[in-house]
């Protein structure tokens, strides 16, 4: 089951001269012994709050499990504040500047703890990458080439909400909206509300694209925490199969 | 008209791009610097303004590569992509508005040191042209060639060996000096290969000086005039991708090897490294589609 067909481009290879080869990372998708699973939705569609309990879940069954978070790679950590402070980001450098962190991510730790068989758990994927870049304008092929070195993840879900009950959950919550989040740098509206909506409009169009494409698992994220939690976790249950391979802490 | 390599970046108009892009390429030590620093007094003198760039001085990402350099903590795909933020921050904010204002744009290195040096890291040929292919191309690239064995004087004798461009990443467990050796052995292949394919002008690099000023003033002349027709290189997407540069790779890097031992040097390890670099050959390739 390829659920990429569009990603035509390899990624590198890991490649060391004087050792025998490991697997490319493209070919190796599903054997590594650790797990992948990801979350993906528009902002305030719920999905950190499931990735959490999903964490609390997992590790109280013992695992040994990893979470890692879009935009968070601190080699990386301060080009990208400096981008967005001074407002100097375009689509293009945008762009190559989160996939430099992804990529960082992924060779220091996402990478290395699958071969570990560890369970990594992310917040947010290539997905919005490819959601965001592309509503900024971004050619959809390059972008996907781009991540063409990304791991596939074992689950990926997406959270499915209106637009309007995303922005609900978002008003309540804070005073405003940050340039970049509210895509303040497309021109779309001088009010950061209207442009927020706009621009999370254009994402949501480009998610709803990818479920086919890339063969994400829909939740709806309408429906009560807990009947959302239930079946992730009955999802991801069918996925811990042959433990012997992951690795608890114990 | 300008073009990119196949990709055009959103809002950028390439249509009226009037100025030239003019790249000085080669490998380090080979005296690009040296070379544009007499060629933009000469332009200056003719009246034409110039913008001098090279790769890291973006006021995005050089900073932050210089810093990532320093702690030899980088990845293969984070630091491909850590100087594709650089150029294209370069591209978008230097590069294009200089060439829309009528500037000869004289840059140090362009996507080409670029792609050769992941390629010798073992990236998909594909995935760094896909990348690069928002680059708009120049109207001529000069290639300073200069072999591997005039090579090292100078490295040796001005700054030394350097150790992302000795390779060590690559090699490890060699010492410096061959290091140095079989990574820019397979550096110097590859820049051999980009050359064809990307229509380089080669300048003989063991010249006097001024004598390579002259011929590159010469090329840069034919760019100027008006009645000769740009150059152009092949058409984009290319259906004859290059083959994975490792499999040149292992050739040449027991090309290095044999050096090595043709000095006598480490025969018992070296030639325990042959064995195991030979016997890969058969099944330790991986197959990519074509």
Redo the contacts between chains.
Sequence with gaps: MDMRPSL????????T??H??V??LY?SNGHFPGRLFIVEGIDGSGKSTQLSLLHRWLESLGYGVVFSEWNSSP??K??TK??KKKK??????FS??H??DF??R???SILPLLKAGAIVLCDRYVYTAFARDVA????RD?VR??Y??AVRPTVAFYFRVPLETAIGRLLDGRDGFKFYEAGMDLGLSDDPEESFRLFQGRILAEYEKMVGEFGLTVIDATLPIETQQSEVRAIVQVQLGNESELRFRR | MRETYGKRLPEMRVSDLKGKLIVIEGTDGVGRTTQINLLKPWLEEMGHAVLDTGITRSVLAGEGIRRAKERNSLGRVTQTLFYATDFVDRLEKEIVPALRAGFIVLTDRYIYSLIARASVRGADPRWIRSLYSVALRPDVVFYLRLGLEQLIPRVVFSRGFDYWESGRDLFPTLDIYESFCAYQSVLLAEFDRLSSEYRFEIVDATLEENQICAELRAGIMRVLEPEQPARRDPAWPRTDWPQRTRDNFESAFRGAFSAALAHGARTERTSSLRAESSSRNGNGRAAYPK
């Design positions: 035509r481009v390899g990624p590198f290879e890991v490649f001269p004087f025998p080869t697997s490319p070919h080699l990386v301060d080009t400096l981008g100097m980001l375009t689509a293009a450098s190559l500047v996939a430099t990529a960082d992924t060779e220091r900024r304008g971004m050619d390059w080439d781009l063409g070195f």
